[in-house]
């Protein structure tokens, strides 16, 4: 049973426009929370993370919030630019017993960004 | 520019042949990785790997063998695979394995089994 869904496996938004990347999870226990961009041909590259204590966390047009309550996060990336254009992975993971560190991973999301 | 390389980025293999996929990673990191992914399905982690002591197998088959001879390298041996397990296969490094870590892959293998 997956941990960590992306129930929209495509996402297509305008250029310029905010784009909203949104993923659920079940295990309460997960403590860190990931976003992966990933290119094709290319391996997935660490976007921006949020820790389980916090609500928020911003770096330049990239925001992801955490809604502990829901289990649910999101990632907004405003404006959206073509170059985002490419797969988006939610991430999760725990910081105890013997699966320390270990990263369970969504199915992905595909963005397209149109000029 | 990652600093995790993978070779080779292609493979073409029959259910019979022996293969190997190498990983290196140019970080200092001592922690490695071996996942998998399937079309339509998430990543998948087959083993991990910390200061060259498997740490993690993830109930992969026994026709999967990893091998980590140091710590800036880890080998997938492969023999008599089936087609099912025709995927893209992604190698990764970090620090150490807690949460605080970033994993850093590589841009993978693509392997079909014919």
């Known amino acids: 049973d997956q941990q960590v869904k992306q129930n929209s496996p495509s996402l297509s938004v305008q250029e310029g426009r905010i784009s909203i990347l949104n993923c659920d999870y079940t295990?309460?226990?997960?403590?860190?929370f990931l976003w992966y961009k990933k290119y094709p041909a290319e391996g997935p590259t660490f976007l921006i993370s949020i820790s389980s204590i916090k609500d928020k966390n911003e770096d330049g047009r990239f925001t992801v919030f955490l809604n502990k309550s829901a289990k649910h996060l999101s990632l907004h990336i405003v404006p959206s630019q073509p170059g985002d254009s490419a797969v988006y992975f939610c991430a999760a993971r725990t910081n105890y017993g013997g699966s320390q560190g270990n990263l369970i991973f969504g199915k992905g999301t595909k963005l397209s960004v149109k000029p | 520019e990652t600093g995790v390389t993978q070779t080779p980025r292609h493979l073409v293999m029959g259910m019979t042949n022996k293969k190997s996929l190498k990983c290196e990673q140019h970080?200092?990191?001592?922690?490695m990785y071996w996942y998998k992914q399937s079309a339509k399905k998430p990543l998948e982690l087959m083993f991990v790997y910390s200061l060259e002591e498997r740490v993690e197998n993830n109930s992969v088959p026994s026709r999967f063998s990893p091998e980590c001879p140091n710590s800036s390298h880890l080998f997938l041996h492969l023999h008599t695979l089936q087609p099912e397990d025709s995927a893209l296969y992604l190698c990764?490094?970090?620090?150490?394995?807690?949460?605080?870590?970033?994993?850093?892959f590589g841009p993978g293998t693509r392997l079909t089994v014919t």
């Open positions: 990764a490094s970090s620090q150490g394995r807690g949460a605080a870590y970033e994993q850093y």
């Open positions: 970080l200092g990191h001592n922690a």
């Open positions: 295990n309460s226990m997960f403590d860190y």
